[in-house]
């Protein structure tokens, strides 16, 4: 500091608060520039790539055009360092890397025989010139795609060089998937081997008409491998032969073998397998040793299955399969007549309710049809399945002997408030759960499972001749198969008696008839629901098939059953 005029001023120099505040300055004017700088530099960047695009199309081309007619034509590199003609032949590579200021750029040409007169099946081939096609893509990043560039141009045959003799083979690649008023489209670049025959192996790309020729062949047998799979297409079901007749042709002298391919774009299934809340089945909702199969009736060739199958262990966590489980379908919709059909679906023991697609907020069953080629269509196949049981439910409903408890007992706690249910099983889920003959037993819960399963031969629970387990709540789930003993009269066989009333007149469900989507629901009464992961059995006969139902408040089994009402997608309640 010193004294001025009788002022203190400062040294000359920045205080640090000075310096700081002129570093924050300075890095807001260095972010709001470097995004223009970066911007600039990438801009120049792409016009060099694209410029370099063009130029080396350009010039590709005017070097094909500067040769002799005989002269135009290519040969294909193949990965042992040995070449292939292409059809025309000729000492151009049909493909190659060139490199500008360290970027590659791919250069791909493609040289075909081509007619002037419009595709005719059955008519001889005319070479009337070459069609030349040079495509130029900058490698290295995804976004470099935007800048290729593609230039066709002709070369015409004149009167010094003749129509060449011989036999030929063409192949036509068609889409056939078509709109109302839409042209017809070949498609380009698809790959053509002559990979045996009297003459050298050929290699060549169908032609901006979609067109593979081999010309001036000598006579005999000839294979043609033809890729579709490489350009993302597949052939009609029904042509599947066509290809198998490519690697056979017997040529004769002076014809033509001509073939005309309807390709599409395959389309596929992504299926996700769900419950009718709309929760993914998982591997962990299923037995370890489940068994699940799609069968779907194809358009074509008609009346052809396939089948596909699948394991928990296929089952992500979203309850879908594999992404590759169903696919290379022919498309079919409004572009092209046809449908699929959901044949026959199984899992495990589940019944199967229908294939939904999502069509805005809500959901619609499948039509077995496509948008459009190529489409992966996200399909919901819906089961019933029984509710998980819940954990932590400690009622204590069976003796050790796996007899059912007699008498009346309720799912609540110390303060007579309801559990989240009741259960009734044994420590061996494989025992038979037994209601002794001339009883009478009452359980009350809101949600009831009757966990054992019994064998592959031994029912779940057996209720014996003359007695009856009344079932009180508003979701009742049996795991294992039930037999009810019958017994001379009639009139004395073990039955279930459903209620969605306690015994002590406490209510459980709030389902009324009139919320069932179902001509057969009363409107006034309410309904539980019962889940049967087997059938229901009356001695050796099938009283109730698996599945879920609505039961009406007081059904009796086997007398009432059908009085049931199959729970489907549409009339779902939750």
Not at 232 to 243: A, E, K, Y
Not at 264 to 285: Q, T, Y
Not at 345 to 362: E, I
Request: charged fraction near 25%; hydrophobic fraction near 35%.
């Amino acid at each position: 500091m010193k004294l001025v005029n009788g002022n203190l001023r400062k040294n000359e120099g920045f205080s640090l608060v000075e310096v700081i505040v002129a570093i924050f300055i300075l890095s807001i004017i260095v972010a709001s520039t470097a995004g223009a700088f970066l911007f600039s530099t990438k801009t120049t960047l792409d016009n060099e790539i694209r410029m370099n695009t063009i130029n080396i199309a350009n010039e590709t081309i005017e070097k094909i055009r500067a040769l002799p007619f005989s002269e135009v034509g290519t040969k294909f590199l193949r990965e042992d360092g040995t070449y292939i003609d292409g059809d025309p032949a000729g000492d151009i590579l049909q493909e190659e890397i060139r490199q500008i200021n360290g970027i590659d750029y791919l250069v791909k040409v493609n040289i075909n025989w081509e007619e002037q007169a419009d595709w005719d099946l059955a008519g001889n081939a005319q070479w009337d010139y070459k069609s030349v096609r040079v495509s130029v893509t900058p490698q290295g990043r995804s976004r470099y795609t935007q800048f290729e560039q593609a230039i066709e141009t002709y070369v015409a045959r004149d009167s010094s060089h003749p129509a060449l003799p011989g036999s030929n083979i063409r192949i036509r690649c068609k889409r056939v998937w078509s709109l109302p008023g839409e042209p017809l489209k070949v498609v380009p670049g698809i790959n053509a081997l002559l990979s045996s025959g009297p003459d050298a192996i050929r290699f060549v790309q169908t032609s901006s008409k979609g067109i593979a020729s081999f010309i001036n062949l000598t006579p005999g047998d000839y294979e043609v491998i033809v890729n579709l799979e490489t350009k993302g297409f597949m052939i009609h079901p029904n042509q599947r032969s066509v290809l198998e007749d490519l690697k056979k042709i017997k040529l004769k002298e002076n014809t033509t073998e001509s073939f005309d391919l309807e390709i599409e774009e395959p389309c596929s299934l992504k299926v996700f397998l769900k419950d009718l809340a709309g929760n993914p089945i998982v591997s962990d909702r299923l037995k370890p040793d489940a068994e699940g199969k799609i069968s779907i009736m194809v358009p074509y060739p008609t009346g052809e299955t396939i089948e596909i199958t699948f394991s928990p262990d296929n089952i992500d966590s979203m309850g879908g399969l594999p992404g590759d489980l169903i696919t290379n379908l022919w498309p079919v919709g409004e572009g092209y007549v046809g449908a699929y059909y959901m044949q026959n679906v199984t899992l495990d023991n589940l019944q199967f309710l229908g294939c939904y697609v999502r069509k805005g907020a809500n959901e619609e069953l499948w039509d077995g049809k496509f948008s459009t080629p190529g489409e992966t269509k996200e399909i919901n196949l819906y089961f019933n399945i029984a509710p998980t049981t819940p954990t932590g439910i400690a009622t204590n409903w069976v003796d050790e002997n796996a007899f059912i408890g007699v008498g009346s007992y309720k799912a609540v706690d110390s303060d007579d408030n309801p559990l989240i249910g009741g259960v009734l099983r044994s420590n061996d889920l494989t025992e038979t759960l037994v209601l002794s003959e001339n009883n009478e037993a009452y359980y009350s819960g809101l949600k009831l499972y009757i966990e054992n399963t019994g064998t592959s031969t031994t029912s779940g629970l057996l209720i014996k001749k003359n007695s009856t387990l009344n079932l009180h709540g508003r979701e009742i789930v049996f795991r294992g198969r039930i037999k009810t003993e019958m017994a001379t009269p009639p009139g004395e066989d073990g039955k279930i008696h459903l209620s969605t009333t306690w015994e002590d007149g406490r209510e459980t469900s709030d389902i009324y008839g009139s919320n069932i989507n179902d001509k057969n629901a009363d409107d006034a009464t309410l309904y539980g629901k019962l889940y049967l992961t087997e059938p229901i059995y009356s001695g050796d006969n099938i009283i109730v098939d698996a599945g879920a139902y609505y039961f009406p408040n007081g059904t009796v089994l086997p007398d009432h059953s059908s009085k049931l009402i199959p729970i489907t997608k549409e009339n779902y309640i939750e």
